[in-house]
């Protein structure tokens, strides 16, 4: 999705940082990118490390002087085997310091400066559906946690003076790679060897693959974040069916009963 985001707002005439931990990928959308005419440039990012962060920032700043548009996009869904287990700590651990202190790192380094500059600007976090449907799982409390932090930055009075907005992007199935996401889980967060998916496990993993592979394609994604992004608008649904069914669970919690049962997950 970030690359579809890029390539958006190329296309709307702006100016382009890239960040990725993986050097290859952004290289090669950084070149296309360039190749079509838009100014450019990538810096390789672990947005677990703030210093990264900041760095990025700093290289932005240092190319095109301000930074107006701020996408904490980076997200891993941290599946993998474990037996039946419940979540390990290291996959605690891993997928909160991408999906929550990356946005975290992301606020820290860079709010000060799109405030201090006075032109306005727009923060747009990538949560998922997934902050909305509970699940026991690392990657569930860290998108509830990114949906909680950006909805109090929606209020936070010295960005409305500062004439910066606030978007949280809550997509529910994309075609983006994701669910490999394990590509670049470090080694002191990989399952333990030998260990195997059970049978639901693999499951599951057949079910959102095929949901992945048929959901929505990520430049159609990208128009969504450009238009609320001009538009000033605080939630980018990709789903509505999923936010329709969003109603038993907040007619329960209003209610005071005990939460309804599934109907899907995410």
Same mark, same amino acid.
């Given at each position: 999705? @970030?690359?579809?985001? &890029? *390539?958006?707002? @190329?296309?709307?005439?702006?100016?382009?940082?890239?960040?990725?931990?993986?050097?290859?990928?952004?290289?090669?959308? +950084?070149?296309?990118?360039?190749?079509?005419? +838009?100014?450019?440039?990538?810096?390789?990012?672990?947005?677990?490390?703030?210093?990264? /962060? !900041?760095?990025?920032? !700093?290289?932005?700043?240092?190319?095109?002087?301000?930074?107006?548009? $701020?996408?904490?996009?980076?997200?891993?869904? @941290?599946?993998?085997?474990?037996?039946? *287990?419940?979540?390990? *700590?290291?996959?605690?651990?891993?997928?909160? *310091?991408?999906? $929550?202190?990356?946005?975290? %790192?992301?606020?820290?380094?860079?709010?000060?400066?799109?405030?201090?500059?006075?032109?306005?600007?727009?923060?747009?976090?990538?949560?998922?559906?997934?902050?909305?449907?509970?699940? %026991?799982?690392?990657?569930?409390?860290?998108?509830?946690?990114?949906?909680?932090?950006?909805?109090? $930055?929606?209020? !936070?009075? =010295?960005?409305?003076?500062?004439?910066?907005?606030?978007?949280?992007?809550?997509?529910?199935?994309?075609?983006?790679?994701?669910?490999d996401s394990a590509r670049n889980r470090p080694e002191w967060a990989a399952p333990k060897l030998g260990v195997e998916a059970n049978e639901l496990e693999a499951m599951m993993?057949?079910?959102?693959?095929?949901?992945? =592979?048929?959901?929505?394609?990520?430049?159609? +994604?990208? !128009? $969504?974040?450009?238009?609320? /992004?001009?538009?000033?608008?605080?939630?980018?649904?990709?789903?509505?069916?999923?936010? &329709?069914?969003?109603?038993?669970?907040?007619?329960?919690?209003?209610?005071?009963?005990?939460?309804?049962?599934?109907?899907?997950?995410?």
């Amino acid at each position: 999705m @970030g690359r579809a985001f &890029a *390539e958006r707002f @190329g296309r709307a005439g702006m100016n382009v940082v890239l960040a990725d931990v993986e050097v290859p990928k952004l290289d090669e959308a +950084v070149a296309a990118l360039t190749a079509a005419g +838009v100014p450019a440039i990538g810096v390789p990012t672990d947005v677990t490390d703030g210093e990264a /962060i !900041d760095r990025l920032r !700093d290289a932005a700043i240092e190319r095109f002087d301000k930074v107006h548009v $701020l996408c904490n996009n980076a997200g891993v869904a @941290g599946t993998g085997p474990s037996g039946g *287990e419940f979540v390990t *700590e290291p996959e605690w651990r891993w997928v909160l *310091e991408v999906n $929550l202190w990356g946005v975290i %790192h992301g606020h820290r380094s860079f709010l000060p400066h799109m405030v201090g500059h006075g032109e306005g600007g727009h923060v747009v976090n990538t949560a998922s559906m997934a902050g909305h449907f509970p699940g %026991h799982s690392a990657y569930t409390a860290s998108k509830f946690a990114v949906v909680g932090i950006t909805e109090g $930055l929606y209020y !936070d009075h =010295r960005l409305r003076a500062a004439g910066v907005g606030v978007s949280c992007l809550c997509p529910g199935w994309v075609n983006t790679a994701i669910v490999d996401s394990a590509r670049n889980r470090p080694e002191w967060a990989a399952p333990k060897l030998g260990v195997e998916a059970n049978e639901l496990e693999a499951m599951m993993e057949a079910f959102v693959r095929d949901q992945i =592979r048929s959901g929505m394609e990520p430049p159609a +994604v990208a !128009d $969504l974040v450009h238009d609320a /992004i001009v538009s000033n608008t605080f939630w980018i649904f990709t789903d509505q069916n999923m936010v &329709a069914g969003l109603e038993p669970r907040h007619r329960a919690i209003t209610e005071g009963t005990n939460p309804p049962e599934r109907e899907f997950g995410i």
